[in-house]
């Protein structure tokens, strides 16, 4: 099972990833450089947090074109497994692999806080360990995390199923309170139709170790190693 | 043939902007009453080079929609004209 790691310029949760994988996971996990034109031989690609290209123009925009994207492309489209966790998701939404965008928040504040998301998605890769409406805390660390998506795609996306995570309060509740950004619907994370590919704004590779206040988050890349485990189809893009 | 290209990048009417409702609140504060529907832009200018109009007004069309806007939140708009005028 082997993991990767996007680094962009301007990433800096590239090592708080590797990290989680390496010494908490003790899984075999690699840096990618932007600059590669192939992922290589992987189960599962995370775009991690930061905030690349200096988030000129709009976050995710520019590293949304640097050459690695091709492969990243191609690799979700073979069915392996995409992760994009804060900057990582708006790189996706921008990329067209995840659907909507990140606007930014509401009350133009850049929030760095713990906040609880409910898991709305619970048959997915990311998330076949939690029970269907399991809360977790993790923190989120951004100032454009303001989930949009259209009228008529937000109604393709309940209908597919493709909400995956919302801000509630630590009761599971989805109220305007919990929402630290604005989201539309509290939307905290979405997949691809196909649900290989997941972006969230909240970090639960930041969320895996006591010291660190919360362990919740790893519950999504325990759900990734037990998808894997067994069906080790180990892809070469 | 060289071109400048000026583009408007604007958020879609119906996404929030919350720093145009920052700038009204705040010119509302300094009195100027009477000031509604502030939404914040972007403008981006370019010089390029194409053979006519045509040519460039395609070229400005596709950065426009595959970088410089998004659009899933965002509408743009340009002008074209020759460089050095």
Known sequence: ???????????????????????????????????????????????????????????????????????????????????????????????????????????????????????????????????????????????????????????????????VFRYTDQNGDVTPQANPNGSLENIAGVCNRAGNVVGLMPHPERAGEKVLGSRHGLIIFKSIISYLTGREVVRNV | MQWKAKVEVTLKKAVLDPQGAAVEKSLQALGYDGVSQVRVGKYIELNLEADDRKEAAARVEDMSRRLLSNPVIEDYSYVLQEAGL
Not at chain 1, 59 to 71: D, E, H, L, Y
Not at chain 1, 80 to 94: A, D, K, M, R, S
Not at chain 1, 117 to 140: C, I, Y
């Open chain 1, 1 to 163: 099972m082997k993991f990767g790691v996007i680094v962009f310029p301007g990433s800096n949760c590239d090592l708080d990833s590797y990290h989680l994988v390496r010494d908490v996971l003790k899984k075999e996990v690699e840096y990618i450089h932007y600059t590669e034109k192939r992922v290589g031989r992987r189960d599962v690609i995370i775009l991690p947090g930061g905030f690349t290209y200096g988030d000129y123009l709009r976050s995710g925009a520019i590293a949304r074109f640097s050459p690695v994207m091709n492969a990243v492309a191609e690799f979700a489209d073979k069915g392996g497994l995409v992760l994009g966790i804060c900057n990582g998701f708006q790189v996706l939404t921008e990329a067209g692999l995840l659907p909507g965008a990140l606007c930014r928040n509401h009350h133009l504040q850049f929030r760095c806080e713990q906040v609880f998301v409910r898991v709305d998605n619970n048959s997915l890769p990311f998330t076949l360990s939690a029970s269907l409406g399991k809360v977790l805390e993790m923190p989120v660390a951004h100032g454009d995390g303001s989930y949009y998506a259209p009228p008529e795609l937000l109604e393709e996306l309940k209908a597919n199923d493709q909400i």
